[in-house]
């Protein structure tokens, strides 16, 4: 078969519709047996820019505003893949979930229809669920990602709520609505910081939003409550006031109680008191290690080690025999 060549030609500088970048360019001398994915991938998707904008020119709309904007974004997009097909072929990026669909429009678009009159129907794990398939069907539609954060957000899902809000930010960054949505979701996760950050986004994106000022301020009252409680629990654990472990093993209590605990750490955005909670939960578990970086992240939170920490590592070094340092 024979090598492919060197790529494309990119438009340029001096033609109307638009001038490509150069990483939009395939890889040059690669011969298609020996190519790997990244770099096939690379190849066909410069292919279809490159036919878009002969199709464009031949059909006498080279200089059409419409096409060269569709054609500006096709490179954007696939100047983003290159980049991502690079940043996976090094190992340095996860893929995201829904990679790897079958790309149908029209699916998607009855997916998120079907999703929507479950919402309003009240079933919101049917419509987390065709929104779902939405994305897979055609993820670079901003609208399935935020949809999708609604439901989530009724269902409790506060982190999968948060994440679909920043790839509908992603690909539409001036929507105050899923930025004030991203916020709330953030906000019931404790992270009142990067809470704040999207409320005063919806702010800019929309100055006259009643909602977006309210969550700001009650986003910042959190964070004022959040960290006086932090300093009461640091007092608190410095003065050693948490009752001693029980001398006895695991058993099916101390397993339930620290999926429990675990639980309520997630929720609440890893305060001092919950990460001991979940250090003791785990001594008693016999997951030392665990229960070491647990407390790691308890001294982080509290600025140092206090004497409840200290018990705990006590606790760690008596009852682990020496497994952990």
């Not at 990244?38 to 031949?58: H, M, P, Q, Y």
């Not at 986003?219 to 300093?231: G, I």
């Not at 606790?315 to 025999?321: P, S, T």
Request: charged content about 35%; hydrophobic content about 35%.
């Amino acid at each position: 078969m024979a090598a492919a060549s060197s790529g494309p030609a990119r438009p340029s500088a001096d033609r109307d519709i638009v001038e490509t970048s150069t990483t939009s360019a395939p890889p040059t001398g690669v011969g298609y047996k020996s190519a790997s994915e990244s770099d096939l991938g690379k190849v066909w998707r410069c292919e279809k820019v490159r036919d878009f904008e002969w199709r464009a020119r031949c059909l006498g709309l080279d200089k059409n505003p419409e096409a060269a904007e569709l054609l500006r974004r096709m490179l954007r997009c696939t100047e983003e893949l290159n980049e991502i097909g690079d940043a996976l072929a090094r190992g340095d990026a996860e893929p995201k979930w829904w990679l790897g669909g079958d790309y149908d429009a029209r699916r998607a678009e009855e997916c998120n229809d079907a999703g929507a009159e479950s919402f309003k129907a009240k079933r919101f794990g049917e419509a987390f669920d065709s929104f779902t398939e939405a994305i897979r069907s055609w993820p670079s539609r901003p609208v399935y990602h935020a949809n999708r954060a609604s439901a989530a957000l009724k269902l409790g899902r506060c982190e999968v709520a948060a994440a679909d809000c920043e790839e509908a930010l992603r690909l539409d960054p001036g929507s105050a609505k899923v930025a004030a949505r991203c916020a709330t979701a953030l906000q019931r996760l404790g992270r009142y910081e990067q809470a704040g950050e999207r409320w005063r986004q919806a702010l800019a994106c929309d100055p006259q939003s009643d909602k977006a000022a309210a969550g700001l301020r009650a986003c910042r009252e959190l964070e004022a409550q959040a960290e006086r409680k932090r300093v009461e629990e640091a007092e608190r654990s410095e003065a050693g006031e948490r009752t001693g472990l029980p001398i006895r093993g695991v058993d099916g209590d101390w397993g339930d109680r620290l999926y429990f605990l675990t639980e309520m750490l997630d929720r609440c955005g890893g305060q001092l008191s919950a990460l001991l909670s979940v250090a003791e939960a785990l001594i008693m578990c016999r997951r030392y290690p665990d229960a070491v970086r647990r407390l790691d992240e308890a001294e982080a939170t509290a600025g140092g080690s206090t004497s409840e920490i200290a018990y705990l590592r006590a606790e760690i070094a008596w009852r682990g025999n020496g497994d952990v340092e």
